[in-house]
């Protein structure tokens, strides 16, 4: 840090962060911040209030500039091996550290979690970053078995497990990954909410990476989630994109909310539902193309650590569409509907999403 022509220069690697300084009262703020003092003695020594203080320091926190009071705070969690197993983990976390949260504190928070991966084909990917950054459990649930077909994409397998079933191999493939962390599986197909209410009730976080029943896979999750009170973050493909779609129940837009607003604003979402609703849906393009789904993936992974640990901000926006041809990320808001069959207010919660007919029907009342 220097002081120069009335200026504050902090250097960092994404340039300079500069802080005009007038009378030099800042930089005597920030020579005090070495970890001796505390904030009433900043008040005293530089003759400010406590809320100035409070407020220089808050200004700090979000130049992440600042160092946990104590360093070690939280790390009795961990034991050597896991120290140096998560030691880029923590090394990365540094760059978060709060005064009361250190690198550790972040750690600890995957350790302590339990996440469900619902649909282990692409979500067997996101279950392997899962447990290589030191998620505690994971609950996984599928009922396919590994085909040839699945390779391109699907790292976790390999051609040895071809014909086994996917709960069976992920299982044992996570473990070999990761043998601290609890893996559960379940060879079980997911046909209501019900079916997937008990593993929804264990988690702290949910992977909804179920795409079929064509779309009443996503909404038996999306309606478990929503009656247990589970954030969710889907993900998927449609075409040339691919998605996450973060719901915080009563909080953002749901499944349903999702639906409804695209039913009215998109011709060709309109003509997808009625095809599935007639029977008659063909899939056409299937981007599932192993640096997409590693992309995709990546970012859930990204985007449920920082939920967990906390350390950073969540995408801006609930839904988050990634262009495959160029990778470009755009953020969208997917607002709660009031008329929501699902969880608007008018909505009783009801045990089951309703059927795409019900939905359709909404698309003209608001
Ligand atoms: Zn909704």
């Not at 008040?43 to 926190?61: A, F, H, T, Y």
């Not at 859930?300 to 967990?308: L, R």
Request: aromatic share 8%; proline share 5%; with cysteine.
């Amino acid at each position: 840090m220097t002081y120069q022509n009335v200026t504050i220069r902090i250097p960092t690697e994404y340039g300079p962060i500069e802080i005009p300084d007038p009378n030099g009262k800042v930089f005597s703020f920030l020579r005090l911040l070495d970890g001796t003092h505390r904030k009433e003695d900043l008040s005293r020594i530089l003759s400010i209030s406590d809320s100035e203080v409070e407020s220089g320091i808050r200004k700090i926190l979000d130049f992440r500039l600042l160092e946990c009071l104590d360093p070690d705070k939280d790390k009795n969690v961990f034991n050597e091996r896991e120290l140096l197993r998560y030691k880029n983990n923590l090394s990365y976390f540094s760059l978060y550290e709060t005064e009361t949260e250190s690198r550790f504190t972040f750690q600890s928070r995957l350790k302590s979690a339990t996440v469900a991966v619902l649909g282990l084909g692409g979500g067997s990917v996101i279950a392997a970053w899962l447990a290589s950054m030191g998620i505690g459990r994971i609950i996984g649930i599928d009922y396919d078995v590994v085909e040839l077909g699945n390779l391109n994409r699907q790292m976790l397998y390999t051609e040895g497990d071809v014909g086994r079933l996917k709960a069976e191999a992920a299982k044992e493939r996570l473990l070999m990954i990761n043998s601290d962390t609890v893996v559960e599986t379940r060879n079980q197909k997911v046909d209501s909410a019900k079916s997937i209410m008990n593993i929804v009730r264990e988690a702290d976080v949910v992977v909804g990476a179920i795409d079929w029943p064509l779309l009443y896979g996503s909404r038996y999750v999306n309606t478990a989630c929503l009656l247990e009170n589970k954030p969710l973050f889907f993900a998927g493909l449609r075409h040339g994109s691919a998605f996450i779609h973060r719901v915080l129940p009563y909080r953002t837009g749901c499944a349903d909310c999702f639906w409804l607003t695209a039913l009215r604003s998109n011709e060709s979402t309109l003509s997808f539902v009625n095809d599935v609703i007639d029977g008659v849906y063909t899939p056409q393009i299937n981007p599932a193309f192993a640096p997409n789904i590693a992309l995709l993936t990546s970012l859930v992974g990204s985007e449920i650590a920082k939920y967990i640990a906390k350390h950073s901000p969540l995408f801006p926006k609930s839904y988050t569409r990634i262009r495959l041809h160029d990778t470009e990320l755009s953020h969208h808001d997917v607002p709660r509907l009031p008329e929501c069959p699902s969880c608007g207010s008018h909505s009783i919660n009801s045990p089951e999403p309703p059927d795409l007919m019900t939905l359709k029907s909404l698309m003209n009342q608001r």
